[in-house]
Each structure stands twice: as structure tokens, then as C-alpha cells.
């Protein structure tokens, strides 16, 4: 959200997920499953404007239904095969169901002495902006798309617990794919004014999507915001049952 060269993304932001995973192996060490996740998912900015010195921060929450579906590879010692610990890797295709009612796209202006100067957000399909969100409409789209795909890679280690239930430690990460930012034209209805605008929510010197004019070329402006897709890098703690 208005991000240019003047703010910089924090390095990281901790989320968590959670869901269940089922798997079938075809033989001791190869197998074929999907999970079924509860996911979050966002972004933080921070930031100065070089002009003001006014501080700058703003966050992106998310959450999605998450479905990898993965091949899975685990070690076996012909020599000891009842050797309780094992090496895991997975790797498989995602999709992704954003619930567009739970996404909050954020932030605020303050100055040197750490007043609010102003603020802006979208919740769902609900615009505000100002010093006390003075003004405000509804958006008739998303600003985010509904579905998102990539691809997932784990590796780690189980640990046999009794003799049908075992204990896995991965490391994980998810790449996705598609730009989860809405790039076509929306319309925005100003509360108390009859007729809809152009949603310029990344206007000016903050283009994103607008599409540039001669005078902007001329100016100087260049369109500055690349896709915007989903990464993340994490562990996860399971419990399994062989059935």
C-alpha cells in the first residue's frame, strides 16, 4: 500500500496454520497424500517519507483454506528396519481459498512527535481513509483475487513413537505462483456522493496498477510495483497414525 523506493518491507512476519493431512504409501517410502490447512498469511511495511519525516507503517492480513496435494519420500534401512527415526521430504502443487471476509489491508501517517496524521484501510469491501476515517465508501471488487496456487517442498525428520504412530518435525516452504493483488479497474461509491470514481488507491508518485499518462512519463513516474505473490518459510510439528 503506497509503497515505493522510500519503504522498505520488514524482513520477516510470523503466522502460523494448522489442519490435518492424510497420506497413502504405495510401498515403505513412497507415498501420495493431501493436507487440508487453516492458513494466515500478510504483510507488514515500514517506513519515512524523505519529504515529511512523517513514519509510515501498514500490514496485510490474510487467511486462506489452504489444499497442498504432495508426493512423499521417507528413508528405510534394509539393514535396520525397525530403526525409529527417519528422513521425510514432500513436495507437491497447492491451491489456495481466500476467505475475503477475514482480509485487512491497512495504515497510518504519523509525524516526528509520533501524532496521527493520517490513516487508510480497506476491510472487505469497505473503504476509509483521513484523521478519523472521515471518508468513506463501499469498492464494488476485491482487492485481492479469491484463489491462489504454487507449490510446496519439506524435508525433516519422524520419530517412531509406538508402533503405529510417529512424530514429524519438517522444515517447510511455500511459493505461490499467481499475483494475489487485483489488477483490474475497480469503482469506489463515496459515502454522500451520487455518482462512483476510479478507485486510485495507488495514484501518483504510489502508481501500482494505474496505468501511466503522457504527462506521468513525462515526469518521470514509472509504474513501480511488481506482482505481489505469497512466500513463506516455517516448520510444522505433526503427530501421524498408521492405520
Do not use: H
Not at 471488487?141 to 517412531?160: S, Y
Amino acid at each position: 500500500i503506497k509503497a515505493d523506493e522510500r519503504l522498505n518491507p520488514e524482513m520477516m512476519n510470523f503466522n502460523w496454520a494448522a489442519g490435518a493431512e492424510c497420506i497413502y504409501w504405495f510401498q515403505p517410502t513412497i507415498g501420495f497424500g493431501g493436507q487440508l490447512l487453516y492458513w494466515n498469511a500478510g504483510a507488514k511495511y515500514t517506513g519515512e517519507d524523505t519529504l515529511t519525516k512523517y513514519k509510515f507503517s501498514a500490514s496485510t492480513k490474510m487467511t486462506y483454506l489452504k489444499l497442498p496435494l504432495m508426493f512423499y519420500f521417507k528413508s528405510y534401512n534394509r539393514y535396520y528396519p525397525n530403526r525409529r527415526t527417519r528422513l521425510n521430504v514432500g513436495f507437491g502443487p497447492y491451491i489456495a481459498l481466500l476467505n475475503v471476509n477475514e482480509v485487512s489491508d491497512g495504515g497510518v501517517w504519523k509525524d516526528t512527535a509520533g501524532n496521527l496524521v493520517s490513516s487508510f484501510g480497506v476491510s472487505g469491501g469497505t473503504y476509509s481513509s483521513g484523521l478519523n476515517n472521515e471518508l468513506t465508501g463501499k469498492i464494488n471488487g476485491k482487492i485481492f483475487n479469491p484463489i491462489d496456487i504454487g507449490f510446496v517442498f519439506q524435508i525433516g525428520g519422524e520419530v517412531r513413537l509406538w508402533k503405529r504412530t510417529v512424530v514429524s518435525l519438517v522444515i517447510r516452504t511455500d511459493v505461490g505462483m499467481s499475483n494475489v493483488e487485483n489488477t483490474k479497474g475497480l469503482k469506489i461509491k463515496y459515502d454522500g456522493v451520487d455518482d462512483p470514481e476510479d478507485f486510485n488507491y495507488w495514484g501518483g508518485l504510489y502508481a501500482k496498477y494505474t496505468p501511466l499518462t503522457d504527462a506521468d512519463k513525462a515526469a518521470g513516474i514509472e509504474s513501480n510495483r511488481r506482482a505481489t505473490k505469497n512466500f513463506s518459510v516455517g516448520t510444522f510439528l505433526s503427530i501421524k497414525k498408521y492405520f
